[in-house]
């Protein structure tokens, strides 16, 4: 897979956190950074269409994720 290449400035107090996690994982900073960045905007996207879909769920009486869960399980 071939990407393009950006720069990120990281605080310094990051670099020892993002070590540790290299070091553990074997793998690169890039690799680590780039692992991150997906799930932070996984997660961010999940929440959106969450939002987006609470009223309609509310609608059919789904109020709590134990609600939804009942359902799927």
Excluded at 52 to 64: D, K, N
């Amino acid at each position: 897979m071939k990407g393009n290449t950006i720069t990120v400035r990281v605080e310094a107090e990051l670099l020892p956190m993002l070590d540790e996690v290299r070091k553990a994982s074997g793998q690169t900073r890039s690799e680590v950074i780039r692992d991150a960045l997906k799930r932070h905007l996984a997660i961010r996207r999940f929440k959106q269409l969450r939002h987006e879909i609470l009223p309609y769920a509310e609608a059919h009486g789904y109020l709590t994720d134990e609600d939804i869960f009942k359902i799927v399980s």
